[in-house]
């Protein structure tokens, strides 16, 4: 059901700044550009490198969201089945499957394409196949993982995990993970990094590194983070005391039962580490979403441990849950499935078609050239990083705005869009302003504006 409602959902729509960078970097890649050597990236590529033939599709933005859809689907299915082999209880692995698929925070993400759900179903299926027993399930998990470290380096904690799991809970097979995971890991950067000319490490490490602090913002991520997934959060808590209980009575527990409880714990405090990186300015809700699947679990175990306890106060407590949580969540995820600017991209990306040929460049955002068909000015893909790298006075970053601020001079571009308050915005203004006018404003969350030059504004 929910993913018929997540394909209806489906548009065009341009809602977030890292999908927008994410979908018109895998179609640079499709046009033969390598990323970090021909244009920044933050990441690494494993995101790119599969939007690549999604892209060479040439139906815009399509593809990239049913894959997304596709990930949420087996992500729900890998939860389900890993709550199962962690406690071997079918109704917390049920409720697991279902608060994955119904978590607000996946349910947000459902409609862009970014790396965090890929790492989170990837991490699933690792878990799974750790818990198996043989060398060939050790060289899957390890296949897995080297993809994984492809993906995002937020996942790079977990790995950390995965080693320290099979050297305590599976000493006989252990070594063919460390050799596939970490071995492939090492010899797959270092081949990037050959592939780029050296640009690979330096864009993913550079790009992280020496961002501002800002206690105001972990304030209000935390804040963010609280309303968007208290559902979870609370029934989690106490799924954490029974977790903790049968951590606790070790005589009771088997080695393999040791094991996941170990590698869900873990899971979950990576989870809760990266937390700490939200003082530094630009880190968002999303980083959560490594930790959302192991809060699904828990909170089943929490919901389900207090059901089969059957007293009168356990069982009113979870009728309260019920109550306020899954209304909030029923209405929370409506809005986020059908959240929607597509009406207004649509606009916009009728303009730039219009106002320009199809290898002139524009100076907008990823998804609506995507949509367009049309190149990007100076390869202005992630505006996020690039304005970050500014913001710290990064020199390439200066370069790259000074360029800008020449080709609106010049009048290069024939449609320039950005967000009201966004620093390119406030840091173009001059020559924008000068040279452009404004020809559009959008409705709908996310705001854009359209500018375009101002001898071609239309009449009226």
Not at 300 to 306: D, P, V, Y
Not at 324 to 353: G, Y
Not at 419 to 448: C, I, K, M
């Amino acid at each position: 059901m929910l993913v018929s409602l997540a394909v209806w959902g489906i548009d065009s729509s341009c809602l977030d700044a890292a999908d927008s960078a994410y979908l018109i970097s895998s179609d640079a890649i499709a046009r033969g550009m390598m990323p970090y050597r021909d244009f920044l990236v933050a990441h690494p590529p494993l995101l790119f490198v599969i939007g690549a033939p999604l892209a060479k599709l040439g139906l815009g933005t399509l593809p990239f969201r049913i894959f997304s859809i596709l990930v949420l689907a087996g992500l729900g299915l890998g939860v389900r089945r890993l709550a199962f082999r962690v406690t071997a209880n079918t109704g917390i692995a049920m409720l697991a499957g279902v608060l994955t698929l119904f978590a607000p925070l996946s349910i947000y993400f459902s409609k862009e394409y970014i790396n965090d759900p890929l790492v989170s179903l990837l991490t699933v299926l690792i878990f799974l196949l750790l818990f198996g027993r043989t060398k060939k399930a050790m060289a899957g998990a390890g296949v897995l993982s080297i993809l994984a470290t492809l993906t995002k380096l937020t996942w790079l904690p977990v790995l950390l995990v995965c080693i320290i799991y099979v050297i305590f809970f599976r000493r006989r097979q252990g070594w063919v993970y460390l050799v596939v995971a970490v071995g492939g890991s090492l010899a797959a950067a270092l081949l990037v990094e050959m592939l780029t000319g050296g640009a690979y490490l330096n864009d993913i490490f550079g790009a992280q590194a020496s961002k501002a602090f800002s206690l105001t913002n972990f304030i209000d991520g935390l804040r963010r983070i609280w309303q968007i997934d208290w559902p979870l959060i609370v029934p989690s808590t106490v799924g954490i005391w029974f977790a903790a209980r049968a951590i606790l009575r070790r005589q009771q527990l088997s080695p393999g039962l040791r094991g996941r409880l170990f590698l869900l714990t873990g899971w979950l405090l990576c989870g809760l580490g990266l937390l700490i990186t939200l003082p530094l300015e630009g880190h968002d809700t999303n980083l959560f979403l490594l930790a959302e699947p192991a809060l699904a679990i828990l909170a089943a175990w929490g919901i389900m441990g207090l059901v089969e306890r059957g007293g009168r106060l356990a069982l009113a407590a979870v009728l309260v849950w019920l109550a306020i949580a899954v209304p909030t969540l029923a209405d929370r995820d409506s809005d986020f499935l059908f959240r929607s600017n597509n009406e207004d991209v649509a606009v916009i990306v009728a303009e730039v078609e219009g106002r320009s040929t199809g290898c002139q460049p524009v100076l907008v955002p990823g998804c609506i050239a995507l949509e367009a068909g049309r190149p990007v000015t100076r390869d202005y893909f992630d505006q996020f990083l690039w304005e970050e790298k500014f913001k710290r006075g990064d020199e390439d970053a200066v370069v790259k705005f000074a360029e800008l601020q020449t080709d609106l001079e010049q009048v290069t571009p024939p449609v320039a869009v950005f967000s009201p308050g966004q620093l390119s915005r406030e840091q173009l203004a001059a020559p924008l302003e000068t040279n452009y006018q404004l020809d559009f404003e959008s409705g709908a969350w996310p705001p854009l504006e359209m500018w375009v030059p101002q001898a071609a504004k239309k009449p009226g």
